[in-house]
């Protein structure tokens, strides 16, 4: 038996969009049933280096069919297997790293563990799995939240994650015209070279943007930059830039008269886009909606005619991280991708 090494070639070619959207759902399903394990994710501070590592450790389980059939507008359908999964990403965040030692600020690791051995099935770059889940994530959210004709897509913020949230998004809408606001000229020009051919993408304003159907934010600012006037009457907003205490991208105005879906009450309070003005008890319970969970398996309703805006606060869960891994590996598996070792030193005796 061998340790399966993937790297981030291998994760993007078997981090099959779909699927991961599919395993994400599910996962969500079964963390809302109680069917999986997933301690808070713990920090290590290094202010000297000006970062952190975050340990997300996480086992689920997925019944057979996890999910409910109240999506609206969805282009796809569920699959209904019986699995489980266990994992631990490790991950950082050091801002200084491109400048200073030409290295991403996010680096990712994923070990993927049997949970009836314990044995490492596989080790993988955690950085591109974390770029799909999260974009999964907001697929999910967007395929319960949307309007079901969304045909337009608006970005604020040109990063790396906004790749992947044109992926995602369009697997569950019918993507056709997306529009992209950043302040890096440069950056908006390669996300329309990248992208161009397959939808129509242009450069715009945040109002632009926010007056799409589907709107995803993916910036890491502290003051908010999209306001109740920035978005459409019935736009439904993926907040995902807020992964830290103090982080806020849509201000309160926004939030206020917004339908408000969390992933998580604990993470989203603290460092999700609701941690600033639930601190500050702008935004109490009673103005969460729901869990993307109980979405999922139906306990709660998703859109009515007269939800309006809708926000989904994604903080990203150690479970998506496990869900995707599980695609990847069982993707991996059944071709000759990656390198396998002998990590734990049993060789082909256990095989």
């Not at 889940?133 to 969304?150: C, K, S």
Request: with cysteine; net charge negative; proline share 3%.
């Amino acid at each position: 038996m061998h340790t399966l090494f993937l790297d981030s070639t291998d994760v993007d070619e078997y981090a099959r969009m779909d699927d991961v959207i599919d395993a994400v759902e599910q996962a969500f399903g079964a963390f809302e049933r109680g069917n999986t394990q997933m301690p808070a994710k713990s920090y290590i501070d290094l202010p000297q280096y000006n970062g952190d590592f975050r340990s997300m450790p996480a086992y689920l389980e997925v019944r057979g069919r996890d999910v409910s059939s109240s999506r609206s507008g969805s282009q796809r359908r569920s699959t209904a297997e019986r699995w489980d999964a266990a994992g631990l990403k490790w991950v950082n965040v050091h801002p200084d790293n491109p400048v200073d030692h030409d290295l991403p600020t996010v680096l990712g690791t994923m070990i993927y563990s049997d949970p009836e051995t314990a044995f490492p099935l596989a080790i993988m770059d955690g950085t591109t799995l974390t770029m799909k889940r999260t974009g999964a994530a907001a697929a999910v959210a967007t395929d319960y939240l949307a309007v079901e004709d969304a045909t337009s897509l608006g970005i604020v913020g040109a990063g790396v994650q906004a790749y992947t949230q044109l992926e995602a998004i369009s697997e569950v809408r019918s993507i056709e015209e997306v529009v992209v606001a950043d302040k890096d000229d440069e950056r908006v020009a390669r996300f329309i070279d990248a992208c161009g051919d397959e939808f129509d993408v242009r450069a715009g304003s945040i109002t632009e943007a926010g007056h799409c159907d589907v709107l995803s934010t993916v910036t890491p600012v502290e003051e908010p930059i999209v306001g109740r006037e920035e978005v459409g009457e019935n736009t439904h907003v993926n907040a995902i830039g807020a992964d830290a205490e103090g982080k806020h991208e849509l201000t309160d105005a926004l939030l206020e008269a917004a339908t408000i879906v969390i992933d998580d009450h604990e993470q989203c309070t603290h460092s999700g886009e609701i941690n600033v003005p639930y601190g500050e008890g702008v935004l109490t319970d009673d103005d969460i909606h729901a869990e993307i969970g109980e979405l999922v398996v139906g306990s709660k309703d998703a859109r009515t005619a007269k939800t309006g805006v809708t926000v989904f606060d994604s903080t990203g869960l150690a479970i998506q991280d496990v869900a995707a891994a599980h695609v990847v590996y069982e993707r991996a598996s059944e071709t000759d991708a990656g390198l396998e070792f002998d990590l734990v030193g049993v060789g082909d005796s256990s095989a």
